[in-house]
């Protein structure tokens, strides 16, 4: 069973920074196997929205222009925990922030995405 438990969310200034961690368990452990994790945000009103995403044998990609430069998605050799930094942080980046995985390849759409944590809370203010 695959499980996802997001951390490091926080209450922070505009302008500040924050690293949230999802780290995975229940992955095949073939190294080879396939599986793209990534990071979605829900802010109260607004539908989920896909920010980046990482390729268990390379590659990253971000789909949302307003966070490319500022956020950073990453993971760790193990392939086990995916980081996503966020700098410059803004009040509207605000919302729950979301892990998600799915096996194969990486896909924008949330629908996509099969696992899913409990999500973990930004809150920027101005």
């Known amino acids: 069973q695959v499980q996802l438990v997001e951390s490091g969310g926080d209450s922070v200034q505009a302008g500040g920074s924050l690293r949230l961690s999802c780290a995975g368990s229940g992955f095949d452990s073939n190294r080879n196997s396939r599986k793209c994790v990534g990071w979605f945000r829900q802010a109260p009103g607004k539908e989920r929205e896909g920010l980046a995403f990482v390729y268990s044998i390379g590659g990253v990609a971000y789909d949302t222009d307003s966070v490319e430069g500022r956020f950073t998605i990453s993971q760790d050799n193990d392939q086990n925990t995916v980081y996503l930094q966020m700098n410059s942080l803004e009040p509207e980046d605000s919302a729950m922030y979301y892990c998600?995985?799915?096996?194969?390849?990486?896909?924008?759409?949330?629908?996509?995405?099969?696992?899913w944590g409990q999500g973990t809370q930004v809150t920027v203010s101005s």
């Open positions: 998600a995985a799915k096996t194969g390849g990486c896909t924008r759409w949330a629908r996509d995405f099969g696992f």
